[in-house]
C-alpha cells in the first residue's frame, strides 16, 4: 500500500530541500509525504493520525454540540434556525493559494462581507484563512478568544468582590452570565473596532488589557470552565459584532466548527473538503516530521537523513 500515487497536492512536486523543511507551510508537508509515500511506517503513522482528527473532531463537535443545546434552553440561542447551506470546496489536488483565490472568486468584488469556513481538521482551514489575509487588503480576521477571556476577567472580578478566595464556577448562573454579557459592547472606538468591557467597576477596552490583566492567570485558568457555560453568549455577540465590521467594509474571516458557526448570519459560507481523506491523515503526519526534521537540519542534517530519523522519531513516540 501507499500514499495515492497522482491525488498528491501540486505542492507536493517540490523537491526535499533545507528550504523547504524550513519553510514549515503546505510545500514542506509535500515534499516530505512525496519523499515517504511508499514508506510502510509512514504509511501506518499516517493512519493512526487520520483516526486520531476523527475522533478529536468527532469529541470536540459533541461538546458544542452540548454547549449549544445548553443555549438553545437558556433561550441565548434560537431553537428553530435552520441548518445553513454550505458550499463544498474539495482541497484535493490544490495548493492553499489556489483553495484561497477560489473562495475569493465568490466574495464580492467590493465592500465587505462575513466568510465563515469549516470542514474536518487537516483539511487546511487555518491556512486558507491566513492566505485569503495576505491577499485581500480589508480583510480581518474574528475570534471568539477575546470574548471568552473578557466574560472570565467579569467572572472573576465578581467572585472577587463577593469576598470569595478562589474562582467558584456556582457563580455562572444564566442571570449572572446574561448581566456580564450585556457589560461587553462591540464597536469602533477611536476609529478602530474593539470590545468594551464595562460594569463591574471595570471600564476598558480589549485592546488596553489583551497582554496585561486578560493573560493574568485568575482569567487563563478559568476560561475552559467560563467557555463550557458561555457558547450562546459568545456566538451570539460574535453574530453581532462580525455584521458591524461587515457593515463598515471588512472582510471578517472566521474559521472553526458548524456547530457554532451555524449560529453566525452570513451567505458566504464554504466547507473544505478532502475527497481522498488518507490524504489529511499523511498532511498530518508530514506536519508532525517536518517539524521535527527542520531542527535537526539547523544542526546541519542533509534533508532527507532529518526527514527518516524524524519519521523514526515522531511515528515512535
Do not use: H
Not at 171 to 185: I, K, Q, R, V, Y
Not at 218 to 223: D, F, L, Q, S, T
Not at 231 to 246: C, L
Amino acid at each position: 500500500s501507499r500514499i495515492s500515487e497522482g491525488r498528491l497536492d501540486k505542492a507536493m512536486a517540490v523537491a526535499l530541500t533545507a528550504e523547504v523543511l524550513k519553510a514549515r507551510d503546505d510545500k514542506t508537508s509535500g515534499a516530505v509525504i512525496a519523499f515517504l509515500k511508499d514508506d510502510p511506517v509512514f504509511i501506518e503513522f499516517s493512519k493512526s493520525e487520520l483516526d486520531g482528527i476523527v475522533a478529536r473532531d468527532d469529541e470536540d463537535g459533541k461538546k458544542l454540540a452540548a454547549g449549544v443545546e445548553q443555549a438553545v434552553k437558556k433561550g441565548v440561542l434560537p431553537a428553530d434556525l435552520p441548518p445553513p447551506t454550505y458550499e463544498q470546496v474539495d482541497v484535493l489536488g490544490k495548493t492553499a493559494d489556489e483553495v484561497a483565490d477560489e473562495i475569493i472568486a465568490k466574495l464580492p468584488k467590493e465592500g465587505g462581507c462575513v466568510m465563515i469556513l469549516v470542514g474536518l481538521s487537516g483539511t487546511g482551514k487555518g491556512t486558507t484563512v491566513d492566505k485569503i489575509k495576505a491577499k485581500l487588503p480589508n480583510a480581518s480576521t474574528w475570534s471568539n478568544g477575546n470574548c471568552f477571556r473578557s466574560l472570565t476577567l467579569l467572572a472573576a472580578t465578581w467572585c472577587e468582590q463577593q469576598g470569595k478566595s478562589e474562582f467558584d464556577p456556582a457563580c455562572l448562573t444564566p442571570e449572572n452570565l446574561a448581566s456580564w454579557a450585556g457589560m461587553l459592547e462591540f464597536g469602533q472606538f477611536d476609529g478602530k473596532f474593539d470590545i468594551r468591557i464595562n460594569g463591574l467597576g471595570l471600564d476598558t477596552r480589549v485592546s488596553e488589557i489583551a497582554d496585561t490583566v486578560l493573560k493574568e492567570a485568575r482569567v487563563g485558568k478559568n476560561i475552559p470552565t467560563v467557555a463550557q457555560e458561555t457558547q450562546g453568549e459568545v456566538v451570539k455577540f460574535a453574530g453581532n459584532a462580525v455584521q458591524k465590521m461587515g457593515e463598515a467594509g471588512t472582510v471578517v474571516l472566521l474559521e472553526g466548527r458548524e456547530q457554532t458557526l451555524n449560529f453566525i448570519p452570513s451567505p458566504y459560507r464554504f466547507c473544505l473538503t478532502m475527497s481522498d481523506t488518507t490524504i489529511i491523515g499523511a498532511r498530518r503526519a508530514a506536519q508532525r516530521i517536518g517539524a521535527a526534521a527542520a531542527a535537526k537540519v539547523d544542526q546541519g542534517t542533509g534533508p532527507e537523513e532529518a526527514v527518516k530519523a524524524a519519521l523514526a522519531e515522531v511515528a515512535g513516540k
